[in-house]
């Protein structure tokens, strides 16, 4: 499958998020990715290297930039596949959501590469991956000028790896404690107890379907119950204000600013609930990992507006937002050009996938 041992002293590659050196032996709490192309062995049997390579590159960087798009480390290539950490050396507390937004990436990604690679009358290409979170030590050595070492030592990259060999093809295989950490915020399918060599007890794998209803803490939270809101009735009837002049047809816009933990995010909460049948509700979010895609919180409100889902084609994207602003007002129709740019649902050759 092309992966490594987790104790192994490997070289990280270049362009990786800054970060201090991890001191000997730190401990750290990580999620290991490991991701493979099924069939590459096989594939590159038949062909020329030169061929081969022209084929498993373009792969192996959209592994790699799913991998940086969430600020992971790409710690290792394996030649068909990567071994990637989240949560060291740059420490997020999402570390979890990020490994799985960037499976998702990569499964995405790879995809769209592998129809065009059969339309042009190659092999189509597929990729399983693997995912774990739990402790490790880490230590990283300076071995040149401009290399270093970076290992994580310890069971999880291990567990992760055995994930990847489980995963079906074309998929991404988790442990429980990774679907503890993620539920709600992802889709999970169980796939049962499994034998996994290294460890003494079946360990539960799940197949990771897709992007759960969740985005914020506080969602999750409310589904477990909320305490009692109080306290900010002043508030309130401002936002309440608001939204009266906005449906006499002046527009407004509302900004809640305080110390983090204070509850602006409870406030839009249980503004939204007094409020939510009075008019549509489009929401967007600014999430952590989303400072390397440009106009996310746009895209994110466009999504909910056209309705648009992840497992929707270019055919069904396009028809919905095709639909929805001829609908809406015919003189928006020199708009589609851009939102078809700004949704994802253009051709390589357009120039709006060119800017």
Same mark, same amino acid.
């Given at each position: ?168 093809? &074309?998929?991404?295989? *988790?442990?429980?404690? $990774?679907?503890? /950490?993620?539920? @709600? =915020? %992802? ?102 990992? &989303?400072?390397?895609? *440009?106009?996310?919180? $746009?895209?994110? /409100?466009?999504? @909910? =507006? %056209? ?49």
């Amino acid at each position: 499958s092309g992966t490594a041992a987790a104790g192994a002293s490997v070289r990280v590659m270049a362009d990786q998020p800054e970060a201090s050196p991890a001191t000997d032996g730190e401990r750290k709490m990580v999620t290991a990715m490991f991701a493979d192309i099924k069939g590459s062995v096989e594939l590159m049997e038949d062909l020329d290297p030169e061929e081969a390579l022209a084929i498993i590159d373009p792969a192996l960087k959209l592994m790699i930039e799913a991998v940086r798009r969430y600020d992971g480390l790409v710690v290792q290539s394996t030649g068909d596949g990567i071994f990637a950490l989240f949560g060291a050396p740059v420490a997020h507390e999402d570390h979890p959501q990020r490994a799985l937004y960037a499976a998702l990436r990569l499964q995405e990604e790879l995809k769209r590469y592998s129809d065009r690679m059969r339309h042009e009358g190659g092999l189509p290409l597929q990729a399983r991956v693997g995912v774990n979170t739990g402790e490790v030590v880490v230590r990283s050595i300076e071995t040149g000028e401009a290399h270093t070492e970076y290992t994580p030592i310890g069971h999880t990259a291990n567990l992760a790896a055995r994930m990847q060999v489980l995963a079906p093809i &074309g998929s991404i295989a *988790a442990t429980e404690q $990774v679907r503890k /950490l993620c539920e @709600g =915020y %992802f889709l999970f399918n169980g796939l049962g107890p499994t034998k996994v060599k290294g460890v003494s007890e079946p360990v539960s794998v799940y197949e990771v379907a897709g992007l759960g209803p969740l985005r914020t803490r506080l969602e999750r939270s409310a589904g477990c119950g909320l305490t009692k809101f109080v306290g900010r009735q002043r508030e309130m009837d401002a936002m309440k204000a608001a939204g009266q002049r906005a449906r006499a047809g002046h527009g407004q816009i509302v900004a809640a600013m305080a110390d983090p933990g204070i509850g602006k995010s409870r406030l839009l909460f249980e503004f939204k609930a007094t409020s939510r049948s009075e008019w549509m509700v489009l929401e967007a979010f600014s999430v952590s990992h &989303g400072k390397a895609s *440009a106009y996310l919180p $746009v895209i994110d /409100l466009l999504h @909910g =507006y %056209f309705k648009i889902l992840a497992e929707d084609d270019t055919r069904t994207r396009r028809e919905k937002i095709n639909g929805k602003v001829i609908t809406l007002d015919r003189t928006l129709e020199d708009a589609l050009p851009y939102l078809f740019g700004l949704l994802g649902p253009i051709d390589g050759d357009d120039p709006f996938a060119q800017m």
